[in-house]
């Protein structure tokens, strides 16, 4: 049997879904600079912001690379990371809401699944 190349132990998974301060939240913001008034404390806020917040302020986020930066330095999951990492530059912007969904529910899911195999 191959073991998941992905699986990740129960202590990680915690952390990746657990919820942050305030303050380490990931604070949406539109390309002009003011605040959409969003802010995600954990990954499942986050991806609910994701599904609400406008369009414009994804994009201007992914192309910065700012998804990816609080995703490795404050949640702690590289691999979500690198995974949106690897999304077309040149995504439709009417597209990249929905793949930064669909990636980030697929990584939930499997330490969701993580953590029911393995409770406390």
Known sequence: MVK???????ESAQKILSSFPYAHGFHFFMPDGHY???????????LRDLGSVDVQSIKFHFDRGDFQKWLRTTVGDEKLADLIDKLDKKIPEENLGKKL?????????????NSLNHPD
């Open 101 to 113: 969904i669909e990636i980030v529910q697929k990584r939930n899911f499997r330490f969701a699944v």
């Open 4 to 10: 998941a190349q992905n699986s990740c132990n129960p």
């Open 36 to 46: 959409t008034g969003e802010t995600a404390m954990s990954l499942c806020s986050f």
